[in-house]
């Protein structure tokens, strides 16, 4: 494989490229093929982004025969037949159907962007400047996004800027178990001097993607809601990858019942690896005036156009939710096997998460890369995420066959098992 | 047409589809169509992102070619062949023949995420947190770009959260003729108690496209440089709108003979108008640790392969550019053509910019609207820009043809007789 | 009374006047008149100013006899006499016989100052620009200090700046019995994506005066001690209003056994009510360089005069620290008193404090100021302090009579039964 | 002179000992006199805080009255005789008499607290968070107030917090003779994308005194007050050093005709060094609800009473403000003959300043530390000044003797020979 120009030219800020220093060439659903014709299963599928698979054929035929013709490709923010061809498919298919009602933002296509956009809204809307997020939360590294990211990798490398207007609080767990988190919230807000600046929002994933794969219950977001509530703070779900589908529904909230006043999405919305994100706000919150935030890509029809794809593809019933869910199973067991086998060779070892957004915490980041690195000899792609990188992370595609799943599986374990024994 | 689910659904952030509120579906080179089927030429172009047209032939099969095949479309930061491709075109291409030595980043695929990295990256490798930027600099509206962004529309819809780390100096020309306003800059760099925090690095666009079209002199820009060198403040240019040959060169400080330390890219980049960034940055500048900075969509292949074939088509000779030197001056001809007309009308008005960066100043934004709108109904999708958008502004496919470029121009025209007789 | 013109002139920021409204004119240990003749009993003691009560004879006399001769009054930050003698006593009476090897700064001459400067000189010293502070506590309002004070009336009154570079933990006992709040601190330390900045600094009071009377246990100070140790984290004893004898030791920290990194002073190190502040730090933090801080009012040489006075009529044995012992548990025992008959009232109340620092917690600001209000009908001075004002708070003069503690104590008592009987 | 002490334990960050390395023990009016029984002429007059000399005998008569009784020494902000005192002197012989309607706020006692709470006041009162200031100025080192000051020696020690919220402009002059910087404030007010967050309030030395006794024109200060009222912008003065008749006039923008809406006084304003400031305001901005901004040492009763007498005794009537014009007219004359000479000998000087104000600027540090320390040891205190330390600064006390004026003159001449020919 030709590397030295990718060595050369590329900065040194790229990350992926260490841990599979391979350079791949093609992709269909969950398998990943390098230069040099090696197959590899993908437990990764683009963080997140690739939920439908690589190459999905429903959705990419949707993106051909827009392409057939000379539709619109980039319309900064007009009115295009793509968009409300998207917008009609996103009520129809998504919204009416779980009783919501938000009107949507396109910011940027990316989930910073997103977020951005999501806690300006809130500040504007509330009048103040303060956005509670969690520990272990990520949302993004442009500089308002970043006040709401904990992990110090990102933090530390600003320059010497501070960022400014986010507040960490526990999430849930954090304090151990026995310890519900959101008294010490509750205290904080009711306390005159606690030193928490009232927040205009909470912004929290509901399973920490590259936090570690913690998901927190459901008692715990739904009672977050309620603090939401009784304070007029807005609450801000960070759905960008624990949404579309990956958590076995389409939003991860809805396994709690709770309705956020803001919803980020992006990573898997545009089905196909597009770049495309969206903000859902409740419609008295859009207090947005003409243009007040802006951006040159949000109006990729190519991206409204596989994202309608999708969701008429997979979401007009339940169908697909309840294969995710299925399959999340298969995930949980296996992964609770080799948990457990890994307590046989002293390493303390948990599992995590919901739907097919799993991890395996294996206490420190040195034993999940053995494990990885050994998977990838292997022939598979994972990787690890968590403080130290000390989970193990499955994000293989929904739409993964039970066979790959079955293979990437019997990888992993063999990995581990070879890795440490 | 249909636009009820558009007006309800969307945020009132919208804003292009107020000035123009026609739902679009085809383009092709300078020409868009909307619903109804009636044309319109675009002197728009995606605000500069379609430099090479709707639909480019070329560019476009590159597309088709590449999506034939299961390619990879979505690969984070994987290596790729498709990124691979690309940075071998853009070295030979691009940066060999302009005695370029750059490394390359790809932050996220929009321009304020490379303004965020760039500026980041001079933070870190100057150890300071200032940067200094200009008046009427638009860099875009994430919080870390924001703060070198002057329009008071994003600044003031912060939610209370003041931006930090710029300082906005005056761009050439703002202080009248007769005034270098470098003087003033470099008065403050030598004065110790002036309230300049001595700049990690200086981020200007040297034809500032949502500013007003104002364009700096070759010798501004040139002494810019110097000063920096002087001080040890990094050089970054801006060339999201003005790069990628709008003004007559790929890179628009090539007309000035400055080499700058760090370069942002977006825009027109990708040649189709799918989201794409870079920042290119002098390689002993690259100082980023592994993962850093970023982002999921860094990794966008159908992004490399049209951006590649642009490169390809438009690059390997000066016949491009030339081509848009001289449709510059035919624009430059008939803008002053038009302003001479409105001067007989009592507007005082003046004409500015670069290759087919143009625009006229016709004194306030009313004057402009009523221009622009009369355009519209004539067929002319052009916008305005400048602080209180009192520039009318050509950002025309640079691949426009002259017969389109010679009736757009004659719809201008007619448009500010009817609007303002 | 006149008041007219107080009430006219004097900005609405006023806040004591409203509580106590009587012009006062003379005051003398623990005795305060008003312009009537009548005489209060001082339970506040200019807040913690008045340590060695008002117009302490020695302190006064030291005073007068420095005003006799044209001797320096103010020195910017000349070498004086008066500074060297003060120097010479606090290194000879306080510093030496505690084992304590510190340098001195002399900032402005107030808390805030002195705490602008503890938190710089830790940021410089450290590079890293955040400070650990606690839920409840107060270390001034100036921007700088503000980032650390909890209180919301100062911080939603800041016209709309975040403060920046102060991260809040909770304090001892804040999350109930049973929970070391310090598990949380060491967590987040940690955790590399906690959301936590590695602070420069960790500045604590060891009984949160304006918080509520909180006394932090000894092991609690001691372990954060050990955690800043371990992670190379300055320790910063806010010492301004708990120290100069207030707790029973000079310095409040003495009781944990600890030895801070840095120590601000102020109030009653003057003794007479002088405004007087100094830093003490480390050696080998003093990494100012000449002018770094500074302000006009750092060499007021009568404050070091009857600060020097102070130190060596009561410091150079330990009958002072053993006399304010006493009294302290004096107030105990009588604080625990009025609680016990609280509680037969319904009303759940709790003592807390150390030394002649001491609070009945009785729930509500509500009930607090009724007792105060007539306890000050009663002829007491006395002044509620916690986040809603719910603390009833015993800051009388460590010097005062037995006589007039048993008097002051009597009429709170007296006047808790007769507010809420 | 025993000086170990003094360098082993005082802080590096002590400055004026550099220059002036003896002990001083006594002072009277304009001459100090260190412990070895040298004496010297004291132009530097406690950087402005002694324009009444050291131990007026009236004013510190009144304090030693004062004292003679057990008045309250220390009175957080109660109302008191002494303050009641103050106020109605204030207003009787200051406020009535220039037709002024101000209400005071007792910051602490330093000038930096003043200035944050006038800053503050202004964003509270406008809803805006940016203060506009000026190249050169100086108005404290506390964070909030840092944020207006220029001098890189304090911004550059903050470790690593950038200061948020002012925005500097260029001074009167500063962008050279021809050129009114106004100009561009008022442009960049004007103009929706210059990057000027619309100010709440602008602050501004009349006379800037540690920026380099740099005097704006009368007409300046003038086109500045009603650039404010046309945009709604609140002017605040700092009068701190420039104020209490150094300039001649009590209030230094007294020469200019305008009315600020906010003042701040402190350094002599005491009339015998002690520390006290205050800040005037309009009273419709007297929005401060109650303690929203505090401090211990707001209610020093000495200084209410020194700072009584001080108004008393000098400003019953315009005799002094005469002499103190006269005075300066005398050293005016002298500094433009020392110019004039200096021009002799190859070095460019020119002076400035106004009233007791007064500068030579000799073009470098250098220059001037070699007249000053040549000063020194001729028995003359004198101080540089400006962001080189490049302006020989005379702030004698305003009650000088003419003696002492002319022996003092007679030394800087001298020495400026000695040191230079």
Redesign the interface.
Known sequence: M??Q??ER??????????S?????????NAR?TD?NGREYIDF?A??G??NYG??NPQI?QA??DY?A?????????????A??HY??T??EVILKPRGLDY????P??????AV?AA??????A?????IV??????H????????T??????????????T?????L?YDG??GDG?DTL??FE??LT????????P?GVIVETVQG???INACSPEWLKRLEQICRAHDILLIVDDIQAGCGRTGKFFSFEHAGVVPDIVTN??SLSG????FAQ?L?RPEL????????????RG?A?AFTTAAAALNHYWRDDAFERDVQRKGEVVAERFAKIAAWLGTQGIEASVRGRGLMRGIDVGTGEIADKITHQAFENGLVIETS???GEVVKCLCPLTITDEDLEQGLAILEESARQALS
Chains 1, 2, 3, 4 share one sequence.
């Not at 992990?151 to 530390?156: G, I, P, Q």
């Open positions: 030709q590397t120009i990718l030219m590329e900065s040194e800020v790229r990350t992926y490229s260490r599979f220093p391979v350079v791949f060439t093609r992709a269909r990943l230069e990764l683009g963080a982004t690739l690589h190459n990419k993106l051909l392409l013709e000379d539709n619109i490709i980039h319309g900064l923010d007009f009115w295009t037949e968009k409300r917008l009609e996103l009520e009107k949507v933002q396109f940027g296509p990316t989930g910073t962007n951005e806690i300006r809204l809130a500040r504007n509330k009048g103040r400047h303060n997020t969690f520990t272990n939360g990520f993004g590294v442009t500089m308002g996004a970043l006040a990211t904990g992990n110090r990798k990102f933090r530390e490398a600003t320059g010497g800027v501070p400014v207007g986010g507040t960490f526990p954090y304090l310890t008294d010490y205290k904080l306390d005159k001097s606690g030193g928490l600046d009232v205009a590259e936090g570690g992006s990573k196909l690896g597009l770049p903000v706000m859009d207090a947005w005036k003409p243009g007040q935030y802006n951006g040159t890509f990729f190519l968590g403080q130290d």
